[in-house]
């Protein structure tokens, strides 16, 4: 049935004949006989509870592994200092990287504090305050992603939510440093999305980067939050499914049993794709750089026209 | 991302029933079909201002006949072979038979009061005007279309946010357009959107709010988290105007509110006065291009169709 499937899609439509019924009837059935597409719905669904395991190293975990000193730099200069978001100046082989990334807290008091890792409009001004620091100074940005999604809230929208991601993307594409997002967590939509517009995304193993999350999806689609599994599955956010799709750069392997069971391992895994990642990147030319990162969001997306498909 | 924001849009096929009668959803006047839509489907009453489809926004805008639609061709793929209740090639294949559209923006050239422009439309009623992999493709034609022709390019913005269906491709769309947001900046090529009701989740947070000036209806939602998911975040029930147009022009989030029926004219008058500074920047380029044989080029062309607008109507608002 997967085979006629892959036949029928390789058609061109023709008008008059109604392939993409025979084809959403197969897809139907396939899904009828458990399955659906590639990959099941438990292995995505544990997938989501790994890449948000309480254990998991995070961002200030991350820095203090990886880096000898790291200067934390604080506020957006307008309003506030968002904890959500943290950054500042890592010491780096003997040179200066600048460090931007979400951050969740461990108990109960420093979750609170840190707003389980929702951003407000202030931290993304911070990072783009920093990212525009960096940028005066010659000095690469790596941006590590582990966010629920940008913060919901009344205060947040009036002072710009989706004003404050807008800029931040917009900041990203414009700058002339070499840029290195990992996924390390949880990659969640937009909130995750404004630190990601880089030279390079990669992925931890375990983490996952979705348009939304997977019980948010069941809430609308299903009817049912509680449907959240097969969403997992549907929305295809592990990263291989993504690695699949083409739409990031690459996936680190983690230390056996998860990032959660070995920090140390995962921050060497971090710091050794971030220096293989620096060191192609800075034999560019800073334009040619930006153009080849223009270039590489503009190609996303898959489409048909004159019934063709193109990726 | 995606939003579920209850918008009405009982006019399915698009356009309105002759003869007929609609109630207005804010102050329930009984109102006449015929005289609603020739008040561009505005509330004689109270002013509400109906959700209109992309068509009849671009018969609004558009001079008789300017319209000229372009990457009409594109349609949407299922690269997640995406399957919830139903598959998503069906959600697609209604929304393309009660719109007659075939997908959530249209894109094309056109004239305001005889000044070039290209239009790029969204359409709530195409699966909650969300964005995916054509939609971000033909605000990307848009851009580089307004970009080699030096025509202004104006969105108007009406989405729930990405599209759940195309999974993460959706999301990247936001990189996207922002992306074809920046080759308008380094033209430069004014841009300007308008934000009507409702422009939510990841529109919201990439192109719409990147314009270099922000217009919005009365009344519209602006918000980047649709209302029920922040009720439910802080458990309150939010006021009458959240992320109401009105409210985030209070804030400082959007420039203007402009009414249906002057939008016409504030854009010409705002793109006209962003041009005029274009045409200054790029008057020594004109005058090399045009050298000693004073050949007439794009420049000469661009100063051309701004001395063009001196006659346009100015009305205060």
Not at chain 1, 22 to 49: C, F, P, Q
Not at chain 1, 144 to 166: H, K, N, S, Y
Not at chain 2, 223 to 251: C, M, W, Y
């Given at each position: 049935?997967?085979?006629?499937?892959?036949?029928?899609?390789?058609?061109?439509?023709?008008?008059?004949?109604?392939?993409?019924?025979?084809?959403?009837?197969?897809?139907?059935?396939?899904?009828?006989l458990?399955?659906?597409?590639r990959g099941d719905?438990?292995?995505?669904?544990?997938?989501?509870?790994?890449?948000?395991?309480?254990?998991?190293?995070y961002?200030?975990?991350y820095?203090?592994?990886?880096?000898?000193?790291f200067?934390?730099?604080?506020?957006?200069?307008?309003?506030?200092?968002?904890?959500?978001?943290?950054?500042?100046?890592?010491?780096?082989q003997?040179?200066t990287?600048?460090?931007?990334?979400?951050?969740?807290?461990?108990?109960?008091?420093?979750?609170?504090q840190?707003?389980?890792?929702?951003?407000?409009?202030?931290?993304?001004?911070?990072?783009?305050?920093?990212?525009?620091?960096?940028?005066?100074?010659?000095i690469?940005?790596l941006t590590?992603?582990d966010?629920?999604?940008?913060?919901?809230g009344?205060?947040?929208?009036?002072?710009?939510?989706?004003?404050?991601?807008a800029?931040?993307?917009?900041?990203?594409?414009?700058?002339r440093?070499?840029?290195?997002?990992i996924?390390?967590?949880?990659?969640?939509?937009g909130?995750?999305?404004?630190?990601?517009?880089?030279?390079?995304?990669?992925?931890?193993?375990?983490s996952v980067?979705?348009?939304?999350?997977?019980?948010?999806?069941?809430?609308?689609l299903?009817?049912?939050?509680?449907?959240?599994r097969?969403?997992?599955?549907a929305?295809?956010m592990?990263?291989?499914?993504?690695?699949?799709?083409?739409?990031?750069?690459?996936?680190?392997?983690?230390?056996?049993?998860?990032a959660?069971?070995?920090?140390?391992?995962?921050?060497?895994?971090?710091?050794?794709a971030l220096?293989?990642?620096?060191?192609e990147?800075?034999?560019i030319?800073?334009?040619?750089?930006?153009?080849?990162?223009?270039?590489?969001f503009?190609?996303?997306?898959?489409?048909?026209?004159?019934?063709l498909t193109?990726? | 991302?995606?939003?579920?924001?209850?918008?009405?849009?009982s006019?399915r096929?698009?356009?309105?029933?002759?003869?007929?009668?609609?109630?207005?959803?804010?102050?329930s006047?009984?109102?006449?079909?015929?005289?609603?839509?020739a008040?561009?489907?505005?509330?004689?009453?109270?002013?509400?201002?109906?959700?209109?489809?992309?068509?009849?926004?671009?018969?609004?805008?558009?001079?008789?006949?300017?319209?000229?639609?372009m990457?009409a061709?594109?349609?949407?793929?299922?690269p997640?072979?995406?399957?919830?209740?139903?598959?998503?090639?069906?959600?697609?294949?209604?929304?393309?038979?009660?719109?007659g559209?075939?997908e959530?923006?249209?894109?094309?050239?056109?004239?305001?009061?005889?000044?070039?422009?290209?239009?790029?439309?969204?359409?709530?009623?195409?699966?909650?005007?969300s964005?995916g992999?054509?939609?971000?493709?033909?605000?990307?034609?848009a851009?580089?279309?307004?970009?080699?022709?030096?025509?202004?390019?104006?969105?108007?913005?009406?989405?729930?946010?990405?599209?759940?269906?195309e999974?993460?491709?959706?999301?990247?769309?936001?990189?996207?357009t922002?992306?074809?947001?920046?080759?308008?900046?380094?033209?430069?090529v004014p841009?300007?959107?308008?934000?009507?009701?409702?422009?939510?989740?990841?529109?919201?947070?990439?192109?719409?709010?990147?314009a270099?000036?922000?217009?919005?209806?009365?009344?519209?939602?602006?918000?980047?988290s649709?209302?029920?998911?922040?009720?439910?975040?802080?458990?309150?029930?939010?006021p009458?105007?959240?992320?109401?147009a009105?409210?985030?022009?209070n804030?400082?989030?959007?420039?203007?509110?402009?009414?249906r029926?002057?939008?016409?004219?504030?854009?010409?008058?705002?793109?006209?006065?962003?041009?005029?500074?274009?045409?200054?920047?790029?008057?020594?380029?004109?005058?090399?291009?045009?050298?000693?044989?004073?050949?007439?080029?794009?420049?000469?062309?661009?100063?051309?169709?701004?001395?063009?607008?001196?006659?346009?109507?100015?009305?205060?608002?």
């Amino acid at each position: 049935m997967r085979k006629r499937l892959s036949e029928l899609s390789r058609l061109p439509t023709l008008p008059g004949v109604h392939l993409r019924d025979e084809a959403s009837k197969i897809k139907r059935r396939l899904h009828e006989l458990g399955g659906g597409g590639r990959g099941d719905s438990s292995a995505a669904w544990e997938k989501v509870k790994l890449a948000r395991h309480a254990d998991r190293p995070y961002t200030l975990d991350y820095i203090g592994l990886m880096f000898p000193g790291f200067i934390e730099l604080r506020g957006d200069r307008c309003f506030a200092n968002d904890p959500a978001i943290v950054g500042g100046l890592a010491a780096y082989q003997g040179r200066t990287l600048m460090v931007i990334g979400h951050q969740k807290g461990r108990d109960l008091a420093s979750r609170t504090q840190r707003n389980f890792g929702m951003p407000r409009p202030e931290g993304y001004r911070k990072a783009q305050r920093l990212m525009a620091l960096a940028d005066k100074f010659g000095i690469p940005i790596l941006t590590l992603i582990d966010t629920p999604g940008a913060f919901p809230g009344i205060a947040a929208e009036e002072r710009g939510q989706g004003g404050a991601i807008a800029s931040t993307l917009m900041r990203m594409t414009r700058l002339r440093v070499p840029t290195v997002a990992i996924i390390i967590g949880e990659g969640g939509s937009g909130g995750a999305l404004a630190l990601a517009l880089a030279d390079r995304v990669l992925m931890l193993e375990n983490s996952v980067y979705s348009v939304i999350t997977p019980e948010a999806c069941a809430a609308i689609l299903w009817r049912d939050a509680k449907e959240a599994r097969p969403a997992a599955r549907a929305l295809k956010m592990t990263s291989a499914d993504l690695e699949e799709l083409e739409v990031i750069d690459g996936v680190l392997p983690e230390p056996r049993g998860g990032a959660h069971r070995d920090h140390e391992g995962a921050a060497r895994i971090v710091k050794e794709a971030l220096e293989e990642n620096l060191r192609e990147l800075e034999m560019i030319h800073p334009q040619a750089r930006r153009q080849e990162r223009l270039e590489k969001f503009r190609r996303i997306g898959v489409w048909r026209e004159n019934g063709l498909t193109l990726f | 991302m995606a939003q579920q924001v209850s918008v009405d849009i009982s006019r399915r096929g698009g356009g309105h029933d002759p003869g007929s009668a609609e109630s207005c959803p804010k102050c329930s006047q009984l109102l006449d079909s015929d005289e609603l839509a020739a008040n561009l489907m505005v509330c004689s009453h109270c002013g509400h201002h109906f959700p209109i489809t992309s068509r009849e926004r671009i018969g609004q805008l558009a001079d008789e006949g300017s319209w000229t639609e372009m990457a009409a061709n594109l349609r949407s793929a299922d690269p997640l072979e995406f399957y919830d209740l139903r598959p998503y090639v069906e959600r697609i294949e209604e929304a393309e038979y009660d719109t007659g559209l075939s997908e959530a923006m249209l894109v094309g050239t056109a004239r305001l009061h005889k000044m070039d422009v290209v239009l790029a439309v969204m359409d709530f009623r195409f699966m909650a005007g969300s964005m995916g992999s054509v939609v971000g493709e033909k605000f990307w034609r848009a851009a580089e279309r307004a970009v080699e022709t030096r025509f202004p390019l104006v969105a108007v913005c009406a989405s729930g946010g990405a599209r759940m269906q195309e999974g993460l491709l959706s999301l990247l769309q936001m990189a996207k357009t922002t992306c074809a947001v920046e080759m308008l900046s380094q033209a430069p090529v004014p841009f300007v959107t308008v934000l009507t009701h409702p422009t939510t989740g990841g529109v919201l947070a990439s192109y719409a709010t990147l314009a270099d000036v922000i217009m919005a209806e009365p009344g519209s939602l602006i918000s980047f988290s649709g209302p029920r998911v922040i009720e439910q975040t802080i458990k309150e029930k939010l006021p009458e105007d959240f992320g109401r147009a009105e409210s985030n022009l209070n804030h400082g989030q959007i420039d203007m509110i402009v009414e249906r029926a002057e939008l016409k004219n504030r854009l010409v008058q705002v793109l006209g006065m962003l041009e005029g500074g274009v045409a200054c920047a790029l008057q020594p380029l004109w005058e090399e291009e045009a050298g000693p044989a004073g050949r007439r080029g794009a420049f000469a062309q661009t100063l051309e169709r701004i001395k063009s607008f001196a006659h346009t109507p100015w009305r205060s608002s």
